[in-house]
């Protein structure tokens, strides 16, 4: 049973006060790291996070209610399955974010995806992403962990990435050859075959694995490294499931376990550097309140964000909670985001890379309104 | 573009390889590559001549079903077993799967059809459709992902776009992939019967959702969500399982019923009425009635829509000249697709007249770009489909290699995979990457282990590369590098 509560019952202005110290934009190597993990196909944050202390809740689904979850506080519970993260909540070191979303309302899986890591109010508007833009102010490097580079870290300008790849039989090239290669290309295609070295895309170097778990692994021991990246992006798909979409046991409790190992995983190889990360999630939308016809839930708007890591000081649930009565609902369906999930991603960005509120709001997410929610967090 | 003949059948196809002669004509060329019938063809070993593809590698749909069901009631009989040992029962489940699988076979006839087939432009629409209307893989649907590709999408290259949709529609795997065979109406009898019984049914809009989205009008007509939960109202009803519909067509055709007659109807357009919403429903101001028919109305009017064939103009114009095409080279083929009602053969006809009048560059997907190189090149690289995979996989030997169906997941433009519904991108960024890199040079290298007749100086006059590049090329080391540094350059990666 956790026993800190720090419950923030605060209205939306309470908690969006600004002028907190600024912190300077510092010339010395970055301390703080930043993990991205991408939950693609929309997260039921009900689910993961069930406001337990709404009598709503179960009148709007019934069957979608964890029987045992943690007891968070008098609100507030979360699935049994993050067993990791509820311990890194014990332990000051996590918070969740509740009813909350980039400002999106338009339940597409590929615009809500675009907006996320874009960055911005309008989908494929940008060709960069809010968290490449930090990167390049802040000059530091990042790895994603994937086939392709993700839109949220386009935009910066030392970018790698790690999916290691299974084809047998193939005779490398020389290095000399690589940058024979490279030179015929400009830009950033120039870039990325940089990163390549004939020792690299040796195979049976490294773990072979690609699944989510193994990947964060990698990313984190990289991580920990002195010049390694301070920015990794790690992607756990598959939460697009309407139908049957698992209650204690089944497909997206499943999920939660996964994403509770990658929090718990990322932590163990970051080891030292863990007291200088921070970790959060994404996901594109919440779900419907009610379940659909088919024991699931159908695309929505609010939905929960998990963080973790050392940069935290004290756990907390931050939430202006909407309530989950009919009338309380998004268009009498979903629940409402009462915190503009981009104040997240820039407080989180405040912390680890040390960069200044305003620079943040104007120059990574074009948006001067931003507010500030750094102390809630960090403070 | 079409000046270099070399470079305008990679535009539109696959390049011709060395053994191929150019068209005198490039116009009357275009012409018979859209209306012309063709004949599949394939090499049966890797280095021996190309034939015509085996009919017995043809499979119908209802053949797909029948070993999908084969495969079903053997792996349950093997697992069953209480002679066998756990190591015993893997290796004969997997025998069988080989004995009785289809998707390999399917793998192996899109590759043979891109690397040696007549109908290098029919097959670039095919992949450019299949992908618009994306069934991820996965399980049991892989048996039938060929169905789609080659019956429904090539099958239908030259209808009219509104019945390419319905046929998209009322396909067993697109009605599987987007849970279209979850969702039942709710004031279905079937929802009515689960109530009484206290259980709840009812809609999942997902493939609604996705069929105005995606398939048809885009976010851009402004539809609201009663718009997407009236079309899920129409559409509920239609769709099963392919594992369900696999069950039902080999218990039906175990107990002897050779008439396709009720089983054809159902397995073609799987349809239950009593899971069919009553009453009449409203999409984007236009009424439906009750009924089957209503579906065929409702993609009628998606198709028919004016955004329709905006946001497939567009999309055809970016596929196959370049992402920075022009607006007034969208608005030819636009105007085409009003003119002609949404005749495909005729908007074919018009994308590759304003692809010919393009200067713009379009980087190519990974599968397009291998199939390319080795066509052009004229790489053995594609083993045949009677090699078997012995080399590739040395502990279990089996019918076929599957290394063709492995790189297209490497290079993460495989048709067989799961992924997400809006398709690969058309997108250069979204496929420039450090790993996108290795694979491309990975598989270059693998290409060149297979004899090519053209090396890299070759291709490099041929498709006119730039000045930079060559030098490139002349400055590597040995011809597998030179042959690397030609096919991972802009100039092979572009066109």
Redesign the interface.
Known sequence: MLTRRHFLSGTGAGLFLSGYPVHGFTKNAIKGRIVVVLL?GGMDGLLAVPPIGDDNLFKQRRALVASNPLKLNPLFGIHPNFKNFSSMLLNDEASIIHATSFPYV??????GQNVLQGGMLAPFSI?TGWLGRAMDIAKTAGK?M????P?II?GAND?????P??????????S???R??Q????N??AK??G??TKN??KMGVVSQARDPLSLAAEAGRAMREKDGPRVAVVKIPQF?D??EIGTDTGHHPELFTLVDRTFGKLKSELKEEWKNTIVLTMTEFGRTVK??????T??GYGSVGLLAGGLINRSSVVANWPGLSNKDLY?K?DLYATIDYRSICAACLEAAFGLDHDVISERVFLDKTIPRTYGHIFG | MSDNKHKWARKVGFGFGPNELLPTDVESWNNSQLTSNFKSVGVAKRYSDVEIWPQEYNFSFEDRLRRAGEYNEGKKEIENSKKLTSVEKKKRVRTLRDQTDVALFDVYKFWNSAIYGDDMVKQRLTHFWTNHFTVGGGGRRNYIIGDFIYRVIYGNLNASFDELLYKVTTHVGMLDYLDNAESVGERSESARWARRNGKTQGLNDNLARELLELHSVSPERMYTEDDIRNSAKILAGWGAHTDSVIRKFYRERRRGNPAIGSLGKFIYEPYFKDRAEPGRKIVLDNKFRSGKKSLRQLTDMLANDDFTARHLSKKLAIHFIGESVNQSEIDFIYNVWKDSKGNLEEIHKEVLNVTARSKERKFLWPSTWMFQAIRFSGSSFLPGFEDGNASFYKAVPSKLNYEPKKILEELGNSFWESRQPDGYSERKDDWVSTEHFDRRIKVASRIYSFQPDRQGEEIAELLDFSDNTKIAIDKASNMRDKFIVALCSPDFMEV
């Open positions: 693609e338009g339940r597409s899986h590929f615009e060709k994603a994937s086939l392709e580079t839109l386009r970018l790698d990435n790690f999916y790849a299974r084809i047998k039989h193939s005779r490398l090239p020389s000399e050859t690589l024979l290669i030179s015929t290309h400009l950033n295609a990325v075959i990163k390549l690299s895309m697009d309407h139908s379940e659909n016809g088919s024991a699931g159908d695309h268009e369906r």
